[in-house]
Each structure stands twice: as structure tokens, then as C-alpha cells.
């Protein structure tokens, strides 16, 4: 069974306030790692695909890390405003035994971030 | 808008019904899959299939049955469902399923009565 971890669970910050939240998967037979955006109602939407150990991605005032070796990624909002406010889900992609991947994402349960004006 | 469709966007149905959740994807992508969402609980995959194969079947019982008739469309037949399969059904699809990106449909919220 394959565990990924996001922590916090929720989270409310104010608007302007800069937050990030973390996304533990298993250090071993990693493929890549896959961070989602999913507001309410609405489809998740990929934000970052993650593949290098040090790989550092940024889309506007939201970037992310990866380290394989420990197992971790973290997601930085700079700057908060309302509109981020959504549910982040991270999920992890581990190789099969070939060294490529079947395709199949694990989620975390996601961080909900609540952005208050 | 993904360029995933799904219908219908909410779906309530009794334990003895038959139904069908349709999902087609507008993107050109190979690769198709179904997740689950149940309360409280992460995103499940439940079924892939790549160029219309089906390549994982995440031991979903076989009141769910999956058909991929072409690359574009994939549905997900409903029978004798039980109430604890009351979820979010989210269709997805990618290029390959490898390291690209998954679009992900709006889902169909289903209530089994």
C-alpha cells in the first residue's frame, strides 16, 4: 500500500499572506509527482509534474520543490488572494519493473486552502 | 474547461437499476481513466486503458464495468450497485500514461439509494 501525506488538512490565512503546504510519498521506486488545484465544483486542475530530485517549478505566484531521496515535495503560494482558495492534492506516480510507469496516480488527500479576504 | 466532458453531472439511482456514466475527452490523448472520490476518502484510481486496451483494473468489483469503444470515449455501466458506492466519479485522460499530465472532467456525483 502506497502512502502520500499532505499535511495540513485545511488551512485559512488571510489575503496577501504567503503559505505552503507539504506532500510526503515513499523515497523508493519514485516516477514522478503530479500537484493539482480543485476548487469546488469544478475539475482539478494539474498545476506541476515533477520528475528530477531538486526540481524547483513555478507558475506564477505558486512554485514547488521535489526531494526523492527523502520523500517530500512542497507547495508555496506567495502573495495569497481569494481566488486560491481550492483543495491542492499531490499524487505520486512510482515506476514499475521495467523502470517505466504503469500510469497509475496514488492522491493524497489534500490540503484545503481557504483564502479570507 | 479541461476539454473533458462528462454526463450526467449527478446521478441518483436505486440498488436494482442499470446505468451508465459517460465520459469523452476533446484533447486527442491515448490514454483514459476512471478515479473514484468517497467521502473523506483520496482519489482512487479504479480503471486505465491506453490506445482503447484496458492496461489496470485497480481489483474494482465487477459491478463497475468499464468500455473504451475509441480514444476519445470511456464509460463506467452501473449494476446492482450498493449504497457505500455513492462517490464522485472523475474521468481523466493524458497523452500516455506515463509522466504527462492527466485532464480531469468535473465528474458525476452518484447516489445509490
Known amino acids: 500500500i502506497l502512502n502520500v501525506e499532505q499535511s495540513p488538512q485545511s488551512l485559512h490565512v488571510q489575503e496577501g499572506d504567503s503559505t505552503n503546504f507539504t506532500c510526503s510519498f515513499p523515497s523508493s521506486n519514485f516516477y514522478a509527482l503530479h500537484w493539482y488545484r480543485w476548487e469546488t465544483a469544478k475539475s482539478p486542475e494539474a498545476l506541476f509534474v515533477m520528475t528530477l530530485n531538486g526540481d524547483e517549478k513555478k507558475k506564477g505566484r505558486i512554485s514547488a520543490t521535489l526531494n526523492t531521496k527523502e520523500g517530500y515535495s512542497y507547495l508555496y503560494i506567495k502573495g495569497s488572494q481569494p481566488e486560491d482558495s481550492a483543495t491542492y492534492l499531490c499524487a505520486f506516480k512510482r515506476t514499475n519493473a521495467g523502470g517505466t510507469s504503469y500510469g497509475k496516480l496514488t492522491f493524497g488527500q489534500g490540503t484545503i486552502l481557504t483564502v479570507h479576504p | ?113
Do not use: I
Open chain 2, 1 to 113: 474547461e479541461t476539454g473533458v466532458t462528462q454526463t450526467p453531472r449527478h446521478l441518483v439511482m436505486g440498488m436494482t437499476n442499470k446505468k451508465s456514466l459517460k465520459c469523452e475527452q476533446h484533447l486527442g490523448h491515448n490514454a483514459m481513466y476512471w478515479y473514484k472520490q468517497s467521502a473523506k476518502k483520496p482519489l482512487e484510481l479504479m480503471f486505465v486503458y491506453n490506445f482503447k486496451e484496458q492496461t489496470e483494473n485497480n481489483s474494482v468489483p465487477s459491478r463497475f464495468s468499464p468500455e473504451c469503444p475509441n480514444s476519445s470515449h470511456l464509460f463506467l455501466h452501473l449494476h446492482t450497485l450498493q449504497p457505500e458506492d455513492s462517490a464522485l466519479y472523475l474521468c481523466a485522460s493524458s497523452q500516455r500514461p506515463s509522466t504527462d499530465t492527466q485532464y480531469f472532467g468535473p465528474g458525476t456525483r452518484l447516489t445509490v439509494l
